[in-house]
């Protein structure tokens, strides 16, 4: 009923078309999950009565912790449980909550410091505000798809070597690996939620790619940033790791050579993270980019999100930005791997790469040291393209 990544000390949750055609709210235990619409008790019954993780993410801490200690022995009678399993191939994987908002940051400053000497080469690569706080921008919660969806490549204004601005599908469509965090207990309004309430509000973790077409991207972006190039599709993964699942996976953050204002420090409460994550092209595995080498954390992320007195809620996704270390095998991005595309990729079959073609599969994959011992594994996200 098991396998290594995904056993009892993981169980992430999603929401899936059942065999009975209706959707469920479940857990996942090695290849086959468990349907909480199905097995919850009358006092649990009523979070997972419309198939989705909206109302258990709402519930708070205690009952996200009551839960967990729930599947946890309802997984221990394997009789009594197998009427509540199903191979995951029998069902379909949907979105598993309602995206609220969406924001994604830029927090690795390998990522941040390739990307400025690409685009700025006469420059600093790091603009002087980078090291001071956590730099993010606000995305399209509406088109944020589960792992899986078709990725249509997208159309916009871009402008070529001549200083002629066109239109037309992306030529430069791009990949950004990320982990992604999801919202469970809101805040209120005008109430910052400092670094030592982060585990009180984020519900867990799922791997993220955030599609960009840089070449729309380049066009658009001076002065108010990401627009078009971003917004047409962020794929996410269809289970959600809870914050539990990862206690052994918490490491300090990196040296910082810049202090930072009192709502970012951090030191007491660390939340860095040892993830492995891979990036695989078309059965290709190109890269490992390392989250534990973020400059910023996920903790600081909310903090600086929400110090303005901007509120959260349930559902609420916030993404750390692509994750790349100092080497060149743990980029990942094309933009980077590539170098803008003076450096294409070949692969395994021949075939060269600087950004996406149509018919291109990207997977996301991740693992994390395991509560006990191992390691576990994030729900893989993938995405094809489609032409324009």
């Not at 030529?171 to 209120?188: H, M, N, Q, W, Y």
């Not at 939620?193 to 991207?217: K, M, Y």
């Not at 576990?376 to 094809?384: A, K, N, T």
Request: negative net charge; glycine residues 10%.
């Amino acid at each position: 009923m098991t396998d290594d990544l995904f056993d009892v000390t993981n169980l992430p949750y999603g929401s899936a078309i059942w065999r009975d055609g209706r959707r469920h709210a479940v857990v996942r235990i090695g290849s086959a999950a468990l349907s909480l619409t199905m097995a919850a008790p009358s006092e649990f019954a009523e979070l997972f009565a419309d198939g989705t993780l909206d109302r258990l993410l709402a519930a708070g801490r205690q009952t996200w912790t009551d839960v967990r200690e729930l599947v946890m022995s309802l997984l221990g009678d394997e009789a009594a449980v197998q009427v509540y399993l199903a191979p995951l191939s029998s069902i379909e994987s949907v979105l598993p909550f309602t995206v609220a908002d969406y924001v994604d940051f830029y927090a690795s400053e390998h990522h941040a410091t390739n990307v400025g000497r690409l685009f700025r080469p006469d420059e600093e690569p790091l603009k002087p505000n980078w090291k001071h706080l956590p730099v993010g921008y606000h995305g399209r919660a509406g088109t944020v798809v589960v792992s899986g969806t078709p990725i249509r490549r997208p159309q916009g204004q871009t402008r070529g070597a001549d200083g002629t601005v066109g239109f037309g599908p992306s030529r430069r469509l791009d990949i950004e690996a990320e982990l992604g965090f999801v919202i469970g207990t809101p805040s209120r309004l005008g109430d910052p939620v400092p670094v030592a309430d982060f585990a009180e509000h984020v519900f867990g973790v799922c791997l993220v790619n955030d599609w960009s077409a840089r070449d729309i991207q380049a066009w658009e972006y001076v002065p108010l940033g990401p627009f078009l190039g971003k917004s047409f599709a962020t794929s996410v993964s269809a289970w959600i790791t809870p914050l539990d699942a990862l206690a052994a996976a918490r490491v300090p953050a990196p040296r910082r050579d810049v202090a930072v204002l009192p709502y970012l420090d951090d030191s007491a409460h660390p939340w860095g993270l040892d993830i492995a994550v891979e990036v695989w092209l078309n059965g290709q595995l190109i890269s490992r980019p390392p989250f534990a080498g973020m400059y910023w954390t996920p903790a600081q992320m909310l903090a600086h999100l929400t110090v303005n007195g901007a509120s959260v809620r349930p559902g609420d996704l916030f993404a750390s930005g692509t994750i790349s270390g100092p080497g060149p095998d743990e980029r990942g991005s094309l933009l980077e791997l590539s170098w803008g595309g003076a450096e294409p990729l070949t692969l395994d079959d021949g075939a060269v790469r600087t950004f996406l073609q149509d018919g291109d599969e990207v997977v996301l994959r991740a693992t994390a040291p395991g509560v006990g011992g191992g390691r576990i594994g994030l729900g893989d996200v993938s995405g094809h393209i489609l032409p324009s």
